[in-house]
C-alpha cells in the first residue's frame, strides 16, 4: 500500500512538472542588459566628487595654468567623505581624478601637472587612492572621471595625446581597481593654456579619441566596468544636470555617430526620454549637483538643496527608472561642508521615513491573467521580496490587471513598482485605481516602468488597489510591487 502512495505521488509528480515545462517563460523583448548593467541598476544611486585647484581659484573649469601650489587642503579626510555619503544611503563614488585644468590627484608619471607637484602631504599625498581605500573601508563602489579634455597639456590636440590620456587610464584602472564606473563628459576642446600657447584647439569628437580602441584597452583591465558618456556605450547621460529623467523613460536607445550634431534641444530630448524601439539597452545616470556649482564656493553655502529638493531629484531619478549621481564637492579644508551633510541627513531621514512601512507585505493579490494558470507566474511573485520571480500574463494578453487587498484601509502615498528587465522593457502606460464609495477610483496614471518607478498617491485612503497595464509592447512581466 505503501508502494502504490509513492507511486501515486510520484505520477502526480511527474504530471505536474510535464505542466509547468509547457508553460514557456515569455520571450525577450529585445534590447535586453547585460550582466554588468544588470548590476548598474541595482546600484540605484551614487555620489560625485569634484575637488581639484578649481576649488581653491573659485573656478568652475580651469584654464590649465592654475600652479599646483595652490592645492593645499588642510584638514582633508577621505573617511569623512565616504561616511557622509554612506549614511546618505549613496552606494559609491565616482572622484573626478582629473578635470578640464588637466591636475591630476594622483602622482602620474606622465605629467608635471600633479598632486606631487603641490604642498598637499609635502608632496607625498595620492588623493586617488585615499578616495579609493576610503570607499573600501565603508563598502562603497569606486569609480572615475578622467575628463578627455586637458587645457594644461602642450599637446592636446595632437596624436601623442592620445597615448598620455591612455597611460594615464592604466595607472587609474591598475593601481586604484576595482573601478566599478568610467565617466567621461562632452566637453572637448576650446580655448586653454596648452602649455604656454594660449589658444584656442579644436578637435573631432568623433574619431580624435578612437574610442572604441581606449574603451577596449580599459575593458581589458576591468571587464565589468561601466562606462558613461553622453551616449553611452554602456550608460547614457539624461540630457540634463537638473536633476530629472523624462516621466516616460526607455531604457532603449539608439546610438548614432555624430548623434550631438543633431539640434541640441532634440538630442536632449531624446537623451532624456530614451527610444521606445531603440536597438540597445543604454539606461539613464541623472547627473545633478547638489549646489548651483560642481565645485565648492563659499558663495552657496546658503544655496545648497534642502531635503525636500533632493527627495523631489530622487522621484524623478530613481523614481524613473534611471541611476541618480548626487555631486557633493568638498570645501577648502578637504571636508563635506555641514550645510551639505544636514541637508543629506535630512534627505536621508525623508526616504527612510516615506519607505519604511510596505503594506503589501501583508497583503493579499490577484490577477486578471495568469500565464499558463501556473504559481510560476501567479501575483504573489509580486511580493514575495524575490527580484528573480515575476508575475506574467499571456502570450496574447497586453492589457491586464491585478489588485491588491491591504486588509483593512490605508493612507497611501507611494507604489513602486518594477519590471523584470531581463526580458526587455515593455510596459508603455498604466494606471492605478483605489477603491473608494463601492466603485474603483482612478488615482494616477505613468507611462514607462522599466527598472523601477515609484508613483506618488498623494495619501489616498483605501483598502484595496488596481494597477492596470494599459498598454504594452509584450505580455506585461512584473518583478515587484510595494506600498507605502
Not at 502526480?12 to 548590476?39: D, M
Not at 569634484?50 to 600652479?67: I, K
Request: proline fraction near 5%; hydrophobic fraction near 35%.
Amino acid at each position: 500500500m505503501f508502494k502504490l502512495v509513492l507511486i501515486s505521488i510520484s505520477i502526480l509528480y511527474f504530471f505536474s512538472a510535464c505542466s509547468i515545462k509547457e508553460v514557456k517563460e515569455p520571450a525577450p523583448v529585445y534590447p535586453v542588459p547585460n550582466e554588468r548593467q544588470l548590476a548598474w541598476h541595482e546600484l540605484e544611486q551614487y555620489a560625485f566628487i569634484h575637488f581639484t585647484t578649481n576649488t581653491f581659484t573659485g573656478l568652475e573649469w580651469g584654464f590649465g595654468d592654475e600652479s599646483p601650489s595652490i592645492f593645499d587642503p588642510s584638514e582633508l579626510d577621505a573617511m569623512q567623505w565616504a561616511k557622509v555619503v554612506k549614511d546618505a544611503g549613496l552606494k559609491g563614488i565616482i572622484l573626478t581624478t582629473k578635470h578640464h585644468d588637466g591636475f591630476c590627484l594622483w602622482p602620474s608619471e606622465y605629467s608635471k601637472h600633479t598632486i606631487a607637484q603641490s604642498p598637499y602631504k609635502n608632496g607625498n599625498g595620492d588623493l586617488v587612492k585615499e578616495v579609493s581605500d576610503a570607499c573600501r573601508a565603508m563598502g562603497l563602489k569606486f569609480g572615475v572621471y578622467l575628463s578627455p579634455w586637458d587645457r594644461n597639456r602642450a599637446d592636446y590636440g595632437h596624436p601623442s595625446y592620445i597615448e598620455y590620456y591612455r597611460n594615464q587610464l592604466k595607472e587609474l584602472f591598475t593601481n586604484y581597481g576595482p573601478v566599478f564606473e568610467m565617466w567621461f563628459d562632452g566637453a572637448n576642446g576650446g580655448d586653454g593654456y596648452y602649455g604656454g600657447a594660449n589658444e584656442t584647439r579644436k578637435i573631432n569628437q568623433l574619431t580624435y579619441y578612437d574610442w572604441p580602441g581606449t574603451l577596449d584597452l580599459v575593458r581589458q583591465m576591468e571587464p565589468e566596468v561601466i562606462f558613461f558618456s553622453q551616449d553611452g556605450p554602456d550608460v547614457r547621460w539624461c540630457g540634463n544636470e537638473k536633476g530629472y529623467v523624462g516621466e516616460t523613460n526607455w531604457n532603449n536607445f539608439n546610438k548614432t555617430p555624430g548623434f550631438f550634431e543633431k539640434e541640441r534641444e532634440v538630442a536632449e530630448h531624446d537623451l532624456n526620454t530614451g527610444f521606445e524601439n531603440g536597438k540597445v539597452w543604454m539606461p539613464a545616470e541623472v547627473d545633478v549637483s547638489i549646489r548651483p556649482g560642481w565645485f565648492y564656493h563659499a558663495e552657496e553655502d546658503s544655496l545648497v538643496k534642502s531635503p525636500e529638493e533632493l527627495f523631489e531629484i530622487y522621484l524623478s531619478s530613481v523614481g524613473r527608472g534611471a541611476n541618480l549621481l548626487l555631486n557633493i564637492p568638498p570645501d577648502k579644508r578637504g571636508l563635506i561642508h555641514e550645510n551639505d551633510v544636514a541637508a543629506l541627513r535630512g534627505w536621508k531621514k525623508i526616504i527612510d521615513k516615506a519607505f519604511s512601512v510596505n503594506f503589501a507585505d501583508n497583503a493579499d493579490i490577484n490577477a486578471s491573467n495568469v500565464r499558463g494558470n501556473t504559481k510560476l507566474f501567479s501575483p504573489d511573485n509580486l511580493i514575495d521580496g524575490n527580484k528573480d520571480t515575476y508575475w506574467a500574463t499571456d502570450d496574447e494578453v497586453n492589457i491586464a490587471s491585478f489588485e491588491i487587498d491591504l486588509k483593512k484601509i490605508q493612507e497611501v502615498n507611494y507604489l513602486v513598482i518594477q519590471e523584470y528587465i531581463k526580458l526587455g522593457q515593455r510596459v508603455k502606460s498604466f494606471r492605478v485605481d483605489g477603491w473608494k464609495n463601492g466603485a474603483w477610483t482612478p488615482v494616477a496614471s505613468a507611462t514607462t516602468i522599466g527598472y523601477k518607478r515609484i508613483v506618488a498617491l498623494e495619501g489616498v485612503k483605501t483598502k484595496n488597489l488596481r494597477i492596470s497595464i494599459t498598454d504594452s509592447k509584450a505580455c506585461p512581466v512584473i518583478s515587484n510591487v510595494e506600498v507605502y
